[in-house]
């Protein structure tokens, strides 16, 4: 039993930023995201951000109002 279902939903409240999309960055997005958690996804390539955005694991960051300082200089290296 995971620490979600014996415990509530836990400390994290988000937003969350996934950097990377492939099958362990969604995967972490899709169990977030059924947990409740905003989940935003960052991914250098296109097609792997595409279908993760396509299977619910999050949005796509460029959609996150009012990021915080620090990524900006991320979002350029991606």
């Known amino acids: 039993m995971s620490a979600f279902h014996s415990h509530g939903r836990g400390h994290l409240d988000g937003p969350v930023v996934v950097f990377g999309t492939g099958l362990l ?3 972490i997005g899709l169990g977030l995201r059924g947990r409740g958690v905003s989940v935003f996804l960052s991914d250098p390539s ?6 993760a955005v396509d299977i619910g694991a999050g949005r ?3 959609e996150l109002a ?3 300082s620090w990524l ?6 991606t």
Do not use: D, I
Request: proline share 19%.
């Open 25 to 27: 960055g969604a995967s």
């Open 46 to 51: 296109p097609t792997n951000q595409a279908v």
């Open 60 to 62: 796509p960051l460029s």
């Open 66 to 68: 009012n990021p915080p």
């Open 72 to 77: 900006s200089s991320r979002r350029h290296r």
